[in-house]
Structure formats: C-alpha cells, structure tokens
C-alpha cells in the first residue's frame, strides 16, 4: 500500500509542471520591424545627430509644409554619425531628421539654429520607406534635403493671428496646436515659436475644421505658471482658457487644468469654436489670448464664487500639514 502511495505520488509530481506549462500562454509576438540607416545632407554630409521622425502616409497630407509640422507618428534619436535604428509598426512612412543644437532641449518643433530634413527620392519628391511585416530592413544611406525644397503641397488654406496676454501684449516663445478633435491627446499640426510680434502661421489642409490651442509647453499636462490659451476664449473659464474644456471623460482633469484640493470639476461640456477655410484662402486675425495656470492655491481663491460654488467653509476641501504627512 505504501509503495503504491508513494507511486502515485511520483506520478502527480511527474504531470504537474506538464499541466502547468501546458496552460502558460505563449508570449504575444512582438509586431514591429527594426529599420536602420543614416542620414545625409543632399552635399553627401553625415548629419551630426538628432532625432529622426516617421510620418505614416496614410495619416494625412505630406508633412514638408513650410512653418508647419505635421507630428510625426515615431520619433528616434539619431546617432553623431547620422545612423538610426528605430522599431516601427509595418506600413509606409514618410522620414524627417532634425539636428538638434542642445542635447538636453525638450521635444517641439524646430527652433532657432536647427535645421530640418525630409528623405527625398531620386525624382526629389518625398521619398517613401515601405516598411513589411517580420522583414527588418537597413534602408542604407538616405538623403535630405530642406522642406523649402520641396514642392509646396496644394490644396492649402492659411491661419495667421498673434498671441496675446491680457493686457494686449503680445505672447513670446508660444506654439499653436492645430485639432481636428478637442478629446485627441495628439495634436495633428504645430507651428514654429512665436517671436516677439507674437505672431504664428499654419498653412493646413483646406476644407477641415480645426480647434487652435496655444501653448507654451509643447508636450505633456501645462503646469502651473505657464500659459495656455484657446481660440475663441476671452476667459480663463468659460471657452477654455487655462482650463481648456473639452470632451475628456468624466473623472479625468481637462487638459492643462491643475487640481484643486476639494474641488472636482470635472470636463468641460463647451466646444470652442474652429477655424476653416477654402483652398488658397488665408484667414486672418486668428488672435488666442493666453491665461497663466495658477498654482493650486491662487487658481482655488480664483474659482470662489466664479462657477456657483460660492464661499467655501473655513477648512472645506483642505488637507492639514498633518493629514499629508501621514499619507
């Protein structure tokens, strides 16, 4: 009897890990394919480094606009003698390179002193990098030339207007992101910095409508002390401002809006107006007025009483130093 317990013992021990391995689930596959290569100038001269950016073709127009950038769908960093190795889901891309002049700047368009290239074909179009499924693929070197070189895409219409603050004064060193949708993290288009007249221009597809924010940081949630404005709004409340509105869903912040301890205010239900326009019309006086994001604390005394809220109770929506420092 012994000896049979023991047997089935074995057994069960035995067919355990085989049951076990058995219902592990494989690991999915990795989709993206490895594209390497390096970048020239169209004089045959390695670029210097930078980051190299992918434009899915099936996105939307070519993206060499002259003072608008379209946002690339991948960027990469671009190594000192201009190679790249980058992973890409399989499809068709369009490829820009920039050279950067300060290793430590944050992500944006091109600023001051740094150039950008677009891959350009033997005919000089735009040149398109087919990227297949499971086939890593060295492109080799790859020539770039300038996007006032290329062909201007047709079928355009021109925004321009400035950024103000609130005295009048014009808005230095602000970008303004063009949308299609107000919920979409991704802007579709960015200008280049405004300069000291604080005026921007895009030159976009004609016939879409387009909701024009303005920020001064180019990515991720503005935070307090910067400024951010919206096209159509006079207040920082009640069209967007610095607290942009918007479709966002419910228990997420609006975009660029701080919290506020003992506040919930949830999404905007506004839409800001947007801008369109036929092909080769320009539409001027586009004006976004630009709010400061207040520290918490300013931005609570500012909302008092502004969306019927009234005067808060004496510690209402408070953390004592004490409560915090036990958290």
Do not use: C
């Amino acid at each position: 009897m012994k000896r049979l317990l023991f047997l089935l013992s074995l057994l069960v021990l035995l067919v355990l890990p085989l049951v076990s391995h058995a219902e592990e689930k494989e690991p999915a596959e990795d989709p993206t394919v490895t594209i390497t290569g390096r970048v020239l100038n169209e004089a045959g001269e390695v670029l210097p480094g930078g980051v190299v950016s992918f434009f899915d073709t099936s996105k939307g127009i070519p993206p060499q606009i002259y003072n608008t950038h379209r946002i690339p769908d991948m960027v990469g960093r671009m190594g000192k003698g201009g190679k790249f190795s980058i992973k890409l889901m399989p499809g068709s891309y369009y490829l820009g390179a920039l050279v950067i002049t300060d290793r430590n700047r944050g992500p944006g368009p091109p600023r001051k002193g740094e150039t950008f290239y677009f891959a350009r074909d033997k005919n000089g179009a735009l040149r398109k990098f087919k990227v297949e499924t499971k086939k890593d693929k060295n492109v080799g070197d790859v020539i770039g030339a300038k996007p006032e070189t290329f062909p201007q895409a047709k079928s355009l219409v021109v925004i321009e207007g400035r950024l103000v603050l609130e005295n009048g004064k014009p808005f230095v060193g602000g970008i303004v992101l063009a949308k299609t949708d107000m919920s979409k993290q991704r802007p579709d288009f960015v200008s280049e910095r405004t300069g000291a007249d604080g005026r921007y221009e895009l030159k976009l597809p004609a016939g879409t409508p387009y909701y024009l924010v303005a920020r001064e940081r180019v990515v991720g949630r503005p935070v307090p002390g910067t400024f951010v404005g919206t096209f159509g709004s006079d207040s920082p409340i009640s069209l967007g401002g610095a607290l942009p509105i918007g479709n966002k869903p419910p228990g997420q912040p609006a975009s660029g809006m701080p919290e506020v301890a003992g506040m919930d205010l949830g999404p905007g239900s506004q839409q800001p107006p947007t801008v369109t326009g036929r092909s080769g019309e320009t539409i001027s006086g586009a004006d976004i007025k630009m709010f400061m994001v207040p520290v918490p604390g300013q931005q609570r005394e500012k909302l008092q009483g502004t969306l019927g809220f009234g005067e808060l109770e004496s510690g209402e929506g408070e953390t004592k130093p004490a409560e915090a420092e036990k958290k």
